[in-house]
């Protein structure tokens, strides 16, 4: 079975040597000191190690089971949930007055990690509930947050987000789920949502599913959706649950992974539903919280990563095969392990490079979210609003790869399950689908973000890129800086021959938007590295703490510049080719 | 479920118009003209679409089941493997006098690619028993040859390959089963074999089992190896079946895919063995077949995207989901098909180019062996030798990731088990790791293809590179040469780097080695493109057959060389970076 040890030194090394969180100007910062972040990042520690990943596999080989039109979680669920609930994990960043701690968002996002690490299966029945509620919260009315909040808060009663229809996912248009207005100002919803996650489980009182339906009068296509909160069981005055609302679990589906989850088929049938914001602008409702779920997502792609890349690592120390052909390094051994093998370094450092860098791009993402609500940073907002597709597609595609990868160093043994590695892989796939497809993430970049307010958040971007290579004329950082200086240019010169050749034919920029979507995130990554190695450098100069350590990230960093910073030419060459040889082809010659 | 549609007319470009088979001067191929191919290919399509793909599904969903000793595979599978049988498929290549059909090897490939699509998993029961027959071929006694080989090729007895151990796959010099000679000259065999693919099941009267095993006095590591048959059931003089011979199955695997086929732990506890070839020469004796069976996994990887990216269009052209950017193309439609939009075309184009370009490098390299085996043409010998690790670790690496792709098409749907995409990406998985897991592949490749018999081999391959740059100047083909000329020009450049610099310190080259792989594959696949699109001309300057299908041809040929083929320029910049960040790492560090 695999192990987990949460990495607290790595992520308190990107919240205070790099992100420098204590000495942030962004409301509620200043509480976050490391003796308090190692509090609450240990504790989250504790729980994922001791109660989360211990059930990980059990859920994959078990999965969910519908019995009655009850989902029955596998076995040890509920009881580690149960843990999450009670150290009050998912009230860590939401309101005091619904339960909450008030806490950073990016808190929640530290300890997300480990979570999703341990056990991203379980993880999701409260993640969804966190989405849910920053739904409500946002969109909902007093009432309707005094009614369900506290008890979402405190995680008695999950949520869920019901968008998808068996013929429409992506082009929610196409939506036909009905809203009927009723006389006491409640809607029967009726029809059918696919692939909801948590839709039905064992685990909570009571589920609050949040459905995009369509009222009558609200037109055409998305612009006639609404969204309402359609309880399981109907909720008393009292707060005391009422009768079974008209919404049933009809199947759960078999997948590829993340079996601890019952991904369900919901059948609504006259459902007693209440509109959560203004009739008809459902859409925007329901993509107010888009920030956040899908920076949740890229984090579950590198968090994968991250505990595939522990047990590779731990495996490829363990096993003996092979010699180091620049002289035996285990005599006393039958064989050295495989570390010694440069091929497999290579895959450890593509590993690890990736994942550091995706922690501190997340994190710092995190931090934008937490600048942007907190203290209403438009220019904030306008930033992460432009990297959320590319921390959710680039960091979903690189983390599933690492996965793959991390499975290969176990060789065969990689592809028998009782060994682990094929579920982080078989898990981590799901990333790069769900909360948008990754080729929507890319359209969405290239498409709209890129474009947005007269391109000023990628002018935002490449202005914060350019100050982090002025801050420092520091020689040793030169040939890290240089690299990031060129990936830089290259996103420049595509966003250029995009701006030239998009005007004319819109299909030269979508045929390289998912190149567009990996170079930017190279170089996101590039500008973490940098960031990473100047924090290293500043502690080593100090002489505090572990040197190694420090050492090690410098290591890395140039691991990435000189192996996967280069990536950004491919994806510029490729960009370049425009449409032509991408639509030469006709329908029937497919 | 997915579909099947063998791709009978791509096969016979292939082999005609590109390989021009009917006039080669390897014996054999005069007898291959169209009509003749066209007869085998349309058996082997009918058989693979109407037999082996209906229970594809079934095998992935049932598994194989262990039930006191005996191994049940799944419902729907003798059925379909009796009619491998009964069309004499395993024989197609092997000589007359065992019951085969003494047919080129190219064409048990070519077959091969529908049958592997169709059911991968049920076709490697046969494919095994193939590579057995081929070992005893080579090594066996003609008493061997007499008491096996016609069962086997008639696939009443299947055959096994047993090398890995628990604590050694790549590393065989660590096996510890142990063969005692007895006193009538057989062997007594005692260990355990892990992952013996097709080790025990119910389709099969007797199953031969191929072991290697150390014979004492052999010495140390992979010198004191030697292959034994062990049968399962001990063959009388009168070819009747006697005792039950001390092998039984201990387990059987739980994998991420392949389920259908049985993936065994063997224990050996004094079996009855019969040694093959020399003693202590095993290693020699098993390695013999490799540039077949590698082939053979190359293919498994290709076959299964070329199956996922027929219902990834199939799928992009049925699903309506958005509008065509540059205007409805489905006015009557509530939406366009996913086919419009240029993400979802280069996903598919990604895919057919690989798909198509793998193809007749597979074929080619088929032709390779034919030509080393058939005339026993040296540098024939000496190429397929070069470029069996490229076929079997390109064409897996790639041919995943193309699976994963097409699954991507589908969204939500492709990680649902239902709609089949995930077992494409699951199936095709192992292929990446069996055989040689792929970074031994490319170990194989720079660490001994390279440099053997003094470069000659590489030498070769580049002379063939120019002279099919040379072969032509006609100007319509000049884009292709000269993208091909850039990329093998990478090669070189890598090549010469690793010359200049593995001298000195070999972990310079091992470190590029994978890298080295992938470039040399598209090189490859760039080679085997500016042929195909050749062929495509002159078909079309001849005005026969199918234009629209010449013209997909030159469409597609030119994706690659847009699209693809400059990943060369970035396996090249990491290839030069050598072994100092790779290495950089203390083991404490990771």
Known sequence: MPSYTAPVKDMQFVLHDVLNIGQSDIPGYDEL?????????????KLSEGALAPVNAIGDREGCRLENGVVRTPTGFAEAFAQIKEGGWNGLDLPEEFGGQNLPYIMNSATGEFFVSANMALNMYQGLTHGAISAILAHGSDAQKATYLPKMVSLDWTGTMNLTEPHCGTDLGLIRTKAEPQADGSYAITGQKI??????????????????????????????????????????????????????????????????????????DGATGFLVGDLHKGMRAMFTMMNEARLGVGLQGYAQAAVAYENAVAYAKDRLQGRDVTGVKNPEGAADPLLVHPDIRRILMDQKSFVEGARAFTMWGASLIDRAHRSTDAEADGLISLLTPVIKGFLTDKGFDMCVQAQQVYGGHGYIEEWGMSQFARDARIAMIYEG????????????????????????????????????????????????????????????????RGMKNPNDALAGSTDFMHLFGHVCLGLMWVRMARAAYAALDAGTGDQAFYQAKLATARYYMARQLPATALHLARIRTGADTVMALAEADF
């Open 437 to 500: 497809a990754n080729g929507v993430q890319a359209l969405d970049l290239v498409g709209r973000k890129l474009a947005q307010d007269g391109g000023k958040h990628v002018m935002a971007f490449f202005a914060l890129v350019k100050e982090e290579i002025a801050s420092t004329d520091d020689p040793r950082l030169t040939d890290l800086r240089d690299a990031l200086k060129a990936a830089s240019k290259d996103l420049q010169a595509a966003g250029m021959f995009f701006m030239e």
């Open 33 to 45: 000191d490391r003796d308090t972040t190692a509090a609450i990042l240990e504790e989250a520690a």
């Open 195 to 268: 692939f909801i996650s948590a839709g039905e489980h064992d685990m909570a009182e009571n589920i609050i599913h949040l459905v995009l339906a369509k009222a009558p009068g609200g037109g055409e296509g998305t612009k006639g959706i609404s969204l309402f909160i359609v309880p399981k069981y109907m909720v008393n005055e009292d707060g005391s649950l009422g009768a079974r609302n008209g919404v049933i679990v009809g199947n759960i589906e078999e997948k590829m992974g993340i079996h601890g989850n019952a991904t369900c088929v919901m059948n609504y």
